[in-house]
């Protein structure tokens, strides 16, 4: 099993940037796929980004392709999202997620969840 605790949100300004963080407990974090979802008030969770065990496949949802970078630092136990270019519609709180396998829109579900991190980006 695995603990996930995000961090590195806030309030930005449209244009802005931010790094977000996962921190996983444990030992087996490269065991896991790794992913970043969000959730806007009133909406349902979507997907954001996905990255494989070692980093080598990342999956992007359209709307942050360009913008965001997932990647991760299994020497640290630490997955991380880079968000460029942020626009107000990218307001949400940010959730890291990880499982056994990859999970995108396509198929797949996680099974550790972290707690989230606010973003909010001002216009």
């Known amino acids: 099993q695995v603990q996930l605790v995000e961090s590195g949100g806030g309030l930005v300004q449209a244009g802005g940037s931010l790094r977000l963080s996962c921190a996983a407990s444990g030992r087996t974090f490269s065991s896991y796929a790794m992913g970043w979802y969000r959730q806007a008030p009133g909406k349902e969770r979507e997907f954001v980004a996905a990255i494989s065990r070692r980093g080598s496949s990342t999956y992007y949802a359209d709307s942050v392709k360009g913008r965001f970078t997932i990647s991760r630092d299994n020497a640290k136990n630490t997955l991380y999202l880079r968000m460029n270019s942020l626009k107000p519609g990218d307001t949400a709180v940010y959730y890291c997620?990880?499982?056994?396998?990859?999970?995108?829109?396509?198929?797949?579900?996680?099974?550790?969840w972290g707690r989230g991190t606010q973003v909010t980006v001002s216009s």
């Open positions: 997620a990880g499982g056994a396998k990859i999970a995108t829109p396509s198929g797949g579900e996680y099974d550790y």
